[in-house]
């Protein structure tokens, strides 16, 4: 069995805490590796290796950081099938997705590529005589990133690769869970140029997290990953004055309006509710059809559909989805279902039993589907992160547009209809912060950003695109004069200067 090592300055470094976590093969149930966890000594070496890069390559010119990001993305793409082979032996999701995962983290490195226009400052000739105003966009310094296991390649890609771009330094605290795929980023970014130091990971739990929020050289926090932790980060990072963008779970809902292509939406749904076995942030594990026809017809043809799921290990490129994660997270989602019973919901598909022959100590879940959940009930309230989905039955539109409104998550949320009218109204009214016209996993493209409202995210910029630029850099503002001829000095004032 291997240890999986910390990456600072450029190389493997092995820690000597003592203290370990468990990386499962999730398709077999057995220990595969351990990952080493930092101690506050080991985080600190990281942050003062990434502070050392930074006066160097914050001064490097932004062209010269695109051509990393360049290269950086030609090497991700010619290891691509190394990559999503290791992310799928320690997440458990098909390699298909895998490869998905990956790529949807390289759209960001292709925005990232394009630094130089997006972190050009503003210029105004002539705000007063002989006055010109311009602003520019500076790194912040040492920054990092915490993540969570369900997209191992992707979100790290999102905050460093944004980050990086504009001149910063970047330590990378990735899930315990699911760490290699980390590892193996940051040496291939140091193999596309970028200086020793630029990107460093640190492994580790709550004591390296403590360490990082508390360095004072570390100058911004990004976090994703469910909603207690991603609030102690925002409470802890902003007492100790760091910027701090933090996402936390989600609970997404799909509305069905009576006019829907039900061929469609039952495909959309079935995938992106079972999808990489439910453990997404913008899955959708909620399906609200409005009026009982509608309720009738969707469970009908659910209820026929999600038996063709084929569960399987995660090598298998039939499968649909693979294992969950860990035996804990199986245990916590086939808690879910037992509460959900326990609650009155009608369990139609019951997912709890199943069993991969060959592979019996996996952590396989079926798919599960429950009808008639209402809004009190705490499984309809509380995060799954499991192949589950819930139906809520709405009456009407209003009723349908109130549940994802007054839930307590805010990250996504779909309409299914034909009708222009009924869903431009819902994309305005809705509460929550990405939506889906008939596109049931609406994460948006590189260049847009990512983020979610309520519960889903403490603080308010989000995620890539020119928001990501905006959360890794600071913006200094200089008004210069140069009069055109000494005739032009000006007296002493003790007013506060105003435009004639
Ligand atoms: P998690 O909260 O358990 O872990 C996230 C990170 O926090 C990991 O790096 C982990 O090591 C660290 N951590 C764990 N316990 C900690 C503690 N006590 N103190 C400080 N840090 C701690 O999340 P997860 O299970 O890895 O990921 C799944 C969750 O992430 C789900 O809730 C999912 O909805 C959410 N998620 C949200 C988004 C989004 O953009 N909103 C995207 C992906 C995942």
Redesign the pocket.
Known sequence: MCDIHHFISGQSFTGNSGRYSDVFDPNTGEVQARVQLASVDEVDRAIQAAQNAFESWSSTNPQRRARVMFEFKRLVEANIDELAALLSKEHGKVIADSKGDIQRGLEVIEFACGIPHAQKGEYTFGAGPGIDVYSMRQPLGVVTG??????PAM?PMWMFGVAIACGNTFIL?????DPSVPVRLAELMIEAGAPEGVLNVIH???VA??AILEHPLVHAVS?????D?AH??YQKGAQNHKRVQA????KNHGIVLPDADMDQVIKDLTGAAFGSAGER?MALPVVVPVGERTADELRERLVSEIPNLRVGVSTDSDAHYGPVVTQAHKERVVGWINKGVEEGAELVVDGREFSLQGHEKGFFIGPSLFDHVKPEMSAYQE?I?GPVLQIVRAASFEEALALPSNHQYG?GVAIFTQNGRAARDFAARVNVGMVGINVPIPVPVAYHT?G?WKR??FGDINQHGMEGVRFWTKTKTVTARFPDSELEHTDSSFVIPTMK
């Not at 605290?173 to 869970?177: A, G, H, L, T, V």
């Open positions: 915490i993540t969570p296991f369900n997209f979100i605290k990735p899930s315990e869970r580790g739990d709550k997290v403590d976090f994703v990953g469910s909603s932790i102690y980060v996402m936390g779970g989600a942030c995060e992160f990250n990512f979610g889903s995210a």
